[in-house]
């Protein structure tokens, strides 16, 4: 079945570091990826996606290529701060269902 | 546009008892979908309710089960509570486009001792 498969953290960097966060993935056909991030208390925010191949997702400084040819999703940031500390999730639909499979979830700290 | 906004935000129940959760989606979106997070299993689907109708379900027991009213407004239900069952609960809404992004809200914590 579909799957999504995280690097282990957690990863702890100083601050203005480069971060990449690896992931990839085992669909059926090519589906959207997503990046979702979770800050302490709360729920899941929607942090980018790519819809097809070579689509590059960005926000907030945080970059994900789509390359089918690895089944990757890496995210990536050229410089991290404080504020960026959480748990991020790798995530693609399920073919024919409303319905997201997520990878383990990466703990990133930053320190100051 | 208003978020999906799930209700209560904190829990504590005991064992045996039963337990109701709900969640608003954003307004049009007509799919809701519920997920358990536990720092053992990560996130894991439930149920996914779309126009009134259970179109997909996880594989969890029975005890969980879901309903959802014709404004879209889901609710879960948890009866016989185990100790197992102290986690976040999540609810997602999504528009009726297969294989798009999911909203959450910002979760309902259930402890249960």
């Known amino acids: 079945g579909d799957s999504v498969t995280q690097m282990e953290g957690p990863v702890t960097l100083s601050e203005e570091a480069f971060l990449t966060i690896n992931c990839t993935y085992t669909?059926?056909?090519?589906?959207?990826l997503f990046w979702y991030v979770q800050y302490p208390g709360e729920g899941l925010q929607l942090l980018l996606k790519?819809?097809?191949?070579?689509d590059k997702g960005s926000n907030k400084g945080f970059e994900a290529t789509y390359r089918k040819e690895t089944t990757s999703f890496h995210l990536e940031k050229g410089s991290v701060q404080v504020s960026d500390s959480a748990v991020y999730f790798c995530?693609?639909?399920?073919?024919?269902?409303?319905?997201?499979?997520f990878g383990q979830g990466t703990r990133l700290t930053i320190n100051p | 546009k208003a978020g999906v906004t799930q209700t209560p935000r904190y829990l504590i129940k005991t064992r045996g008892q039963q337990v109701t959760l709900s969640c608003s989606p954003i307004?049009?979106?007509?799919?809701v979908s519920w997920y358990q997070q536990t720092p053992g299993q990560g996130l894991q689907f439930l149920f996914e309710?779309?126009?009134?109708?259970?179109?997909n379900k996880g594989n969890f027991p029975g005890r969980f089960s879901g309903r959802q009213f014709s404004n879209s407004r889901s609710e879960m239900n948890v009866s016989t509570l185990e100790l197992g069952d102290s986690a976040l609960y999540l609810c997602?809404?999504?528009?009726?486009?297969?294989?798009?992004?999911?909203?959450f809200g910002q979760g309902t914590r259930l402890t249960v001792v």
């Open positions: 997602a809404s999504s528009s009726e486009i297969m294989n798009t992004e999911a909203f």
């Open positions: 669909a059926t056909g090519y589906p959207s």
């Open positions: 790519a819809t097809k191949a070579d």
């Open positions: 995530a693609l639909p399920v073919r024919g269902a409303q319905k997201l499979v």
């Open positions: 307004s049009g979106h007509r799919s």
């Open positions: 309710y779309f126009s009134e109708t259970q179109r």
